[in-house]
């Protein structure tokens, strides 16, 4: 298949797996579990398992070993057919890796992910397998946070909500990773606060009507509660959410930086130890707090939280697609990564927010807000601005001393750079 097939094929899938995951995710929120004939509907209940949920994100992140375990084969069956034809037998990112330089052709966009980079950095193995835990742990954190406040709000704002990453990404990335941020580059995060309070405040001024499917009305969480709370309670923990996932793409990047190994790994490996985390988690907390009198059941009750998906088709159905979209999701986004750039990625990962707005709206889940639209444009901007896809504010460009030096030392270092590329260089 031709390269930019593959990659609008890529693409594509990223986004769609995306704008699914968080839309299954929000339609199993809606299911009624308990109480579903009661025609009084504040007495009716809906599945409520944000940790049941982050479990089944794990699961669809340990499928990703699928994927690698059928490369691997497929690289099996390839080295034996070499050897019985009389070729030395090679490993599996000899082809990844093999470019024009030595006359083969570009590696595929679909296998890039299943391929450490060969740049000198040391192969994480044995003992060092367990660094992948501490990102898995922030990733339980984060998720379980999210799953809640999602309970909370409507699937656009859950989306949008989640934009205040990119505020507390950056701020680890200069605290942590002595990274430096310019003037605009702070712009862009206020920017994006201001963005995210837009879209809350959103949710607060205008009362939702109760979702609709068919004839029957969908439940939605804590129905006694006034919306402008739910709304606020969402959006925080939604919000504070953001904080542990932060803490997880910058414990990442800080090990991918110091050792070598395939990003698809990295997912696989963070699925187990999230698996085994959270499934040891779930048992303690079952016997010391997810226990509650008899009628009543809380966020942390395993034993109903395993009858609820048992029982009711509509959750386990639910449950294996979100699986699947959550596996093909990170698969799709390492690819696109890895073959266009994180840019590109973040770009996709805005277009989702769109996307999900608008089926949201076709399904009749929430109401149009000409409000929400600005809040939307403001973090649309401040994730662009942030990325530099867009040209900085006009008193950012301004020329200072500071700007003038920072611009000379990048263009001698342009310069230093395309020297050294140019036919009879020297080291």
């Not at 052709?105 to 060969?118: C, D, F, G």
């Not at 016997?287 to 109903?304: C, H, L, W």
């Not at 939280?305 to 449950?319: D, H, K, P």
Request: net charge positive; hydrophobic share 45%; aromatic share 10%.
């Amino acid at each position: 298949m031709p390269r930019r097939a593959v990659i609008s094929l890529l693409v594509t899938g990223m986004l769609v797996t995306g704008v699914a995951n968080t839309l299954l995710t929000k339609y199993q929120d809606m299911q009624c579990v308990r109480n579903c004939e009661d025609p009084d509907i504040s007495k009716r209940r809906v599945f409520e398992q944000p940790v049941m949920q982050t479990l089944q994100m794990f699961i669809g992140e340990m499928g990703c070993w699928l994927i690698i375990g059928l490369f691997s084969i497929k690289q099996c069956i390839r080295n034996r057919q070499r050897k019985s034809a009389g070729y030395e037998p090679v490993g599996a990112g000899d082809d990844a890796t093999a470019g024009p330089a030595d006359g083969t052709s570009s590696p595929s966009p679909a296998i890039k992910p299943l391929v450490a980079s060969l740049d000198g950095r040391i192969p994480i193995s044995g003992f060092r397998i367990f660094l992948l835990a501490i990102p898995a742990c922030c990733d339980i954190a984060g998720t379980t946070l999210m799953n809640v406040g999602l309970l909370f709000v409507a699937a656009s704002i859950y989306q949008m909500t989640r934009g205040a990453l990119v505020l507390f990404v950056g701020l680890f990335s200069v605290l942590f990773l002595k990274r430096h941020l310019r003037g605009y580059h702070w712009f862009a995060l206020f920017v994006v606060v201001i963005g995210v309070g837009i879209v809350g405040l959103a949710g607060v001024l205008w009362k939702e009507e109760q979702p609709v499917k068919g004839d029957h009305i969908l439940v939605t969480s804590t129905p006694d509660v006034p919306i402008a709370v739910k709304t606020i309670i969402g959006v925080l923990l939604i919000a504070g959410a953001q904080i542990f996932t932060a803490t997880q793409f910058v414990v990442e990047e800080y090990i991918l930086e110091h050792y070598a190994l395939e990003p698809l790994k990295v997912v696989g490996w963070e699925g187990i130890f999230g698996f085994l985390v959270t499934a040891i988690g779930m048992v303690i907390l079952h016997y010391t707090i997810g226990q509650t009198p008899k009628g009543q059941y809380g966020y942390f009750d395993a034993v109903e939280g395993f009858r609820e998906i048992t029982q009711y088709r509509e959750v386990a159905l639910t449950s294996i697609a979100i699986m699947v979209s959550i596996g093909g999701f990170n698969y799709f986004g390492i690819s696109v990564t890895r073959s266009i750039s994180a840019t590109a990625r973040s770009i996709i990962d805005t277009c989702r927010t769109l996307f999900i707005w608008m089926v949201s709206l076709a399904l009749h889940w929430e109401s149009f807000k000409w409000l929400q639209i600005i809040g939307f444009s403001l973090l649309v901007y401040g994730t662009f601005l942030f990325n530099e896809l867009t040209p900085p504010p006009f008193i950012f460009c301004l020329s200072t001393r500071y700007n003038r030096r920072e611009l000379r030392r990048e263009q001698q270092e342009r310069e230093r750079a395309r020297q050294a590329l140019l036919p009879g260089a020297t080291d």
